[in-house]
């Protein structure tokens, strides 16, 4: 989208967009909240109800005394998931400015005036809620495996999406402000969970976060499953394929100039592990010479110096081959595996930890550039990351 203003302006009016799923026993005191939290305000609630419970009577039976506007939008035939419940609650809503939050009250409504305040600084398409940028936290997920599962499918998402997402430190948060006029509806393919990544990838917005103390769920369970993890995986996938699979046949062709340095040197009588030292020597340069013309190359002008980038890079990777060099011992003479069965295994492991280092910290913008990034730059940015992916 063009550049728009930065002048302070003010919102006319706002839509909560609330998608449900059987949260019947929540939704007299998301009402009561969100309506205190903008009292004096113009806004209305959006219910995008999938339930198959009495959830939607229950919706309409407390609109009819709300203090505010409260709209019920029941899905016989849901398509989607949560994500196609948002498009729909965003194309049906009332106001440009709308306001997408679960029902399940582990998103604070009091933090409603607050986003569309920084919303109001003019300088904004999307203001997110975020559980990782300072003051914010995640103590309302349910253990430490659902927080590093989350912790480690924001750090995937992030470094498969370096530039469209540099701006947000929680894009997957479900707890966002987006004004409807940068975004194009017909565009985005939701599925599922994460519909505000479907938004940051698919769209030029400007990206604005306010920090969220992630709440404990009032009533009802958890819709995340083993099922919505594969399709997340799957829905990430689909988005961005350009640059990790670019990434990944230059892992392949340098794991296999491994291989065949490792096995030429061996054959010639060397013991494996200087042979494989020689090899992983060998490959990490050539790797480095391919990402950054192949993978990296729209990413290098904005990046430290070609210098720090290939120190940060030879080092991770000397500091990866010299764990993984010990493991290769203990896999060979510990578990009698075959010296190249077993680099190849370890190879493969090595790949994931490498694509996140290089995208998250070799590539990463500098500062001041972070700092200075017009909304054009981020646009352009954009495309270029859009045109990698293929994106739909």
Known sequence: M???????????????????????DNIAELVSRVSDALAGRDIEILFVDDSSDDTPQVIRTIASDAPVPVRVLHRDKP?????????????????????????????????????????????????????????????GLAGAVRVGVSRGATTLTKAMFPIRLS???????????????????????PNGFKILLEILVRSDVRISEVPMQFGERLHGESKASFRQGLAFLKHLARLRFGKMSLFA?????????????????????????WAAIIAAEVTIVGNFI?????????????????GVRFAQSFTFNNVEAALR?????LMVEGWHISSILAAAIS???????????????????????????SAEERARGGRLEAEAAGAE
């Open 290 to 306: 391919l990402q950054e013309r192949y993978v990296f190359n729209d990413m290098r002008d904005e990046a430290s110096t070609i």
């Open 249 to 273: 046949i230059i892992g392949a062709v340098g794991a296999l100039a491994n291989l065949v340095i490792m096995w030429a040197l061996t054959h010639v009588g060397m013991e494996y592990i």
């Open 347 to 373: 190879l493969v492991v090595a790949f994931f930890v490498r694509f996140l280092f290089h995208s998250l910290v070799v590539y990463a913008p500098r500062r001041s550039v972070r700092v200075t990034r």
């Open 2 to 24: 063009d550049d728009m203003s930065s002048a302070a302006i003010t919102v006319p009016g706002a839509t909560v967009i609330v998608p449900t799923f059987n949260e019947r």
């Open 325 to 329: 060099i010990p493991i290769l011992a």
């Open 79 to 139: 398509e989607g998931g949560l994500g196609g419940a948002v498009v729909e609650g965003i194309r049906d809503a009332r106001y440009d400015v709308c306001i997408v939050m679960d029902g399940d009250l582990q998103h604070p409504p009091e933090l409603l005036p607050e986003m569309i305040d920084r919303y109001e600084d003019g300088d904004t398409d999307v203001v997110v809620a975020s559980r990782y940028v300072g003051g914010g936290d995640s103590r």
């Open 167 to 189: 701006g947000a430190s929680d894009p997957m948060t479900g707890f966002f402000l987006v004004d409807r006029r940068a975004v194009d509806p017909s565009a985005l393919r």
